[in-house]
């Protein structure tokens, strides 16, 4: 039985990353946890499929994962630690007396509590002291419905109100001005603002070197003379190629040793997270995170597809997310980038293999998964090994984000 999950990312008032809600799945079609208590546990001691390892998935953030009443009754949370989740109640749960009693006793274990997709109705007046999160879908709920809720909690300060399927910036600060804390969509990732914005030199001068490293004959002397025009950026290279991870057997002495020693595949990541990096440097770093992890796992997916250059794929996936870090539409942020046609192709929809790795990435990130089985289908991809190339992603963004948050 193969294991599949995603996470989509919850932010705060200043749109810093606050949790992650996690999305377990048995298969690509059930959904957790269609499995009984001493098969959860097993799988949790052997972290192989369940747990992996919810530090690497997670970080140093909670994870809202759903609970049903049953599971809830049969102590599935405490499966868990209290410090690292949020158990979250499914709508489709009705508020009684032995609802209550578990959400009781979950509150004196120390767990966090979120009531998910909440409908109001006055019974859930008895649950306002243990729950600390309700959720309300920001699209589906009309105003008078979210007045009547701020309006029932006002005397109970500790619940915090989320936003779910906050889609667009508008929508941001609607939810912003009526008092909400947490926000989950994906308002974040698309362009607040559609202007078009300039490229510093330093920023063009990386997105040069991308297009000379996407070349399948890089010319070396152009590569290291382009660095030699930015102090930074070699002071950059150096650094990263002075990493424990590339095992040397003599001090680096010149730019050119080290471009050979990081070599075209560890160049080519180098410079488009460098990129994105600095582009990015006004927005949720969440944004950073999400593109590095599409870089990441669209890589794995063409080497299980073994089709298509996956240095490719990986800058594919990193610059799939630049029309909302520089706040324009796609197509135009393309005529500023000097990338292979190939790659230009992919990121505005156009069919190819590129493209369906890029559709592949988005399924995992939604959890569609029933899109994501046809997609691994149409690709002729082993099922099982698309998981693990998703958690290794998920597990190097993580990774990098530290190492950029040291620098």
Partial sequence: MYFYAARQPILDREKNLYAYELLFRDGLENAFPNIDGDEATSRMIAGSQFNFGLDDFLGDRRGFINFTLDTLIKKFPSMLPAEQIVVEILETVQPGKRLLAEVQELKEH?????????????VWRHFYPYVDIIKIDFRE????????????IREFPHIKLLAEKVETNEEFQRALAM????????????????????LSPAQMTLAELLYETSKSEMDLSKITGIFQRDVNLSYKLLRYSNSAIFK????????????????????????????????????????????????????????????????KAFLTGMMSLMDAILDEPMESVLAKLPLAKEIKDALIGEPGALSSYLGLVKCYEQALWSEAKTSIADLKLAPEDVPDKYHEAVQWANEQMRALGDE
């Fill in 110 to 122: 120390g767990y966090v509590v979120a009531l998910d997709d909440y409908i109001h109705q006055p």
């Fill in 248 to 311: 040397r057997r003599s001090e680096i002495e010149s730019i050119k040793q080290a471009i050979i020693v990081l070599g075209q595949l560890e160049l080519k990541k180098f410079l488009s997270v460098l990129f994105t990096a600095q582009v990015a440097s006004e927005k949720p770093a969440e944004l950073m995170r999400l593109a590095m992890t599409r870089a990441k796992f669209a890589e794995g997916i063409a080497v299980l597809h073994r089709q298509t250059d996956s240095a």
């Fill in 179 to 198: 008092g909400f804390h947490y926000f989950q969509g994906y308002f974040f990732s698309k362009p607040e603002v559609m202007q078009s914005k300039s």
């Fill in 141 to 152: 709920t009309d105003q008078q419905t979210i007045d009547s809720v701020i309006e029932a």
